[in-house]
C-alpha cells in the first residue's frame, strides 16, 4: 500500500502480545510498520484511538467468487445433498464469470471483510482460464483482478495460485466442468512467472489438493518454489471430506494426512486446509511438524463436513488459523465462535479450546488464529509489537454487547456474545481503511457488484 508519514498513536487499553495494556503509544513509520510501542506514555502529540486496540485478523483462505453464489444452494435437491453436490453447482456457477465479474465481486468481498476486522487475506485463486477452458493472453489475467481488487479494497493480499491437474487420486482425467481450473505444469509456471519481481503482495504456492495432483506433479511443484521463492507460503486442501479419506485409502492405502506425512517434508510453510478428518495420532504427528491448519467453519457447517479434531491437535500445540472460504460468513467473531460450539456440542462441555482454569476462551481461542494465520499468509502481523506492521482494530465500545466490558472481558464479549458490531475503525499497513464501521469505498463498490449479480443470477 501507499506509504504514509509517520504517525504516533495513543491507546487507552492495547491488547500487546504479554497481554493488555495501559496507556500505550505506538510510534508508526512512513512504511506502515510498528516502530516503537511504549507503555505508560500520553497522549501528547498523538492521535487518540477510540476504543481498545486489538491486532487485526488475518484470513488465511478464501475462494472470492464464491461471495456471489452465498445463498444459491439451499434448497434441497432430488438425493442426499452434500459437498460433492454443492460442487455441482459451484461448477455450473464459474461457467458465468468473466474476469470483470472476478474483480467486481473480490473487490466487494474484501471490503466486507476490511469491514469486520480482516486486514489480510489468503486468496486460494484456481479460476485460471475462461469459461471454455482457454487460456487467456496474459496467464495470469484472473489473478491480476484479484490484485487489483485487494488494492482497491486496501487489503493486504497472499496471492496462492492452485494447481489442479485431475479429478481423482491415481491422476484421474479432470471433467468438462473443471476446465477453468485445470492447468498443466508448464502453464502454472508461466503464472508464477508472470507474478514475480517486484509485488506488492505475498506470492504462495497451493497444490489443490492430493486428489487433484499426483506424487509427481506435487513435487514438481515444489521443485518449483524452492527454485523461485523457498520460503514462500504452501497451501492445501486436505481430508475435508470423509469420501476423500476413503478414495485416498483405496488409491495409496493410507489417510491423506497419513500419506502426506509420510511422503512431503512437512514444517511451518505449510496450511493443511479443514484437515477436517484426523484420527489422533495423525493430529498429534501434524502438530509436531509446525504446520498450520486452516479452519473454516462457516463453510465446513454449510457444506456438512464435519467437526475438526481440535482437542488431540492443539493440546499437542498444533497451530490453527481461520478463513472465510465460501464466503458464506465474512466474519472472524462468528468463525470463532462456531469453532468452539462446534467441539463443545461434540463433547459435550464447555470451553474446550483452554484448557487451564481461568483464562480467557476468546482471548485465547483469538491469539492462536491471528497468529496462525499471519504465519499460514507469511504476513509481518504477529501483534501489536515493534516490526510489525500496523493491523489493528479499534473495537467499538459503543455496541451494546460490549458496553461496560473490561478489557479481559472484551473479546469473550466479541466473541460470544450478541455482538452485532464489535468493529469500529481498522488500519492497514497505517492506514486507515474503517472508521466508524465504514469503509470509504462501500458506497462505491456496491452498484458494480449489483449490477454483476443481476446478470449473473438472471
Not at 506470492?203 to 518449483?224: C, D, I, K, N, Y
Not at 491437535?313 to 462468528?334: E, K, L, T, Y
Request: charge should be negative; charged fraction near 20%.
Amino acid at each position: 500500500m501507499n506509504a504514509s508519514t509517520p504517525q504516533r498513536y495513543f491507546a487507552a487499553d492495547a491488547w500487546l502480545p504479554d497481554g493488555w495494556a495501559r496507556n500505550v503509544v505506538f510510534n508508526v513509520d512512513a512504511a506502515g510498520m510498528i516502530e516503537d510501542v511504549a507503555l505508560g506514555g500520553d497522549a501528547l502529540g498523538a492521535e487518540i484511538l477510540r476504543g481498545p486496540v486489538i491486532p487485526a485478523m488475518p484470513n488465511l483462505h478464501s475462494h472470492a467468487f464464491q461471495r456471489a453464489m452465498a445463498g444459491l444452494t439451499q434448497r434441497a435437491g432430488s438425493h442426499a445433498d452434500s459437498f460433492w453436490s454443492w460442487r455441482e453447482c459451484m461448477y455450473r456457477f464459474v461457467e458465468r464469470l468473466t474476469p470483470d465479474d472476478i474483480e467486481v465481486i473480490a473487490t466487494q468481498l474484501y471490503i466486507e471483510l476490511l469491514q469486520q476486522g480482516y486486514t489480510s487475506v489468503g486468496e486460494f485463486h484456481y479460476l485460471h482460464h475462461d469459461a471454455r477452458g482457454r487460456r487467456y493472453r496474459d496467464p495470469a489475467e484472473t489473478s491480476r483482478r484479484i490484485i487489483g481488487a485487494a488494492q482497491c479494497a486496501g487489503i493486504e493480499l497472499s496471492l496462492l495460485p492452485v494447481l489442479y491437474r485431475h479429478a481423482g487420486f491415481g491422476g484421474e482425467a479432470p471433467s468438462e466442468a473443471q476446465r477453468r481450473f485445470v492447468c498443466t505444469l508448464e502453464d502454472y509456471a508461466r503464472i508464477v512467472e508472470a507474478l514475480g519481481g517486484e509485488r506488492a503482495y505475498v506470492l504462495g504456492f497451493a497444490p489443490h489438493s492430493l486428489r487433484a495432483v499426483t506424487p509427481e506433479s506435487l513435487e514438481q511443484l515444489l521443485a518449483l518454489r524452492a527454485a523461485v521463492a523457498p520460503q514462500a507460503p504452501l497451501h492445501l486442501h486436505i481430508a475435508e471430506q470423509q469420501r476423500e479419506v476413503e478414495d485416498c485409502l483405496a488409491w495409496s492405502g493410507l489417510r491423506p494426512v497419513e500419506w502426506l506425512l509420510q511422503n512431503v517434508s512437512v514444517d511451518g510453510s505449510w496450511c493443511l486446509v479443514h484437515a477436517t478428518h484426523m484420527r489422533d495420532i495423525e493430529a498429534v504427528s501434524l502438530a509436531t511438524r509446525g504446520a498450520v491448519v486452516g479452519l473454516c467453519p462457516s463453510t465446513e457447517a454449510d457444506l456438512g463436513d464435519g467437526i475438526f479434531n481440535a482437542e488431540a491437535f492443539v493440546m499437542a500445540g498444533g497451530r490453527i488459523g481461520i478463513g472465510s472460504d465460501s464466503q458464506v460468513g465474512v466474519s472472524p467473531w462468528a468463525e470463532l465462535r462456531g469453532f468452539e460450539y462446534s467441539q463443545r456440542l461434540q463433547r459435550r462441555r464447555r470451553n474446550v479450546f483452554v484448557q487451564q482454569a481461568d483464562v480467557s476462551v476468546g482471548a485465547e481461542l483469538y491469539r492462536c488464529a491471528q497468529l496462525g494465520g499471519a504465519q499460514a499468509l507469511g504476513q509481518p502481523v504477529m501483534g501489536l509489537a515493534p516490526g510489525q506492521r500496523a493491523d489493528w482494530v479499534v473495537l467499538n465500545m459503543d455496541d451494546p454487547a460490549l458496553v461496560e466490558q473490561a478489557p479481559q472481558t472484551l473479546l469473550d464479549a466479541a466473541v460470544f456474545g450478541p455482538a452485532q458490531r464489535p468493529v469500529r475503525d481498522v488500519m492497514v499497513g497505517g492506514h486507515w481503511r474503517v472508521r466508524d464501521g465504514v469503509h470509504p469505498g462501500a458506497e462505491a463498490a456496491l452498484p458494480a457488484y449489483r449490477k454483476t449479480l443481476r446478470r449473473l443470477l438472471a
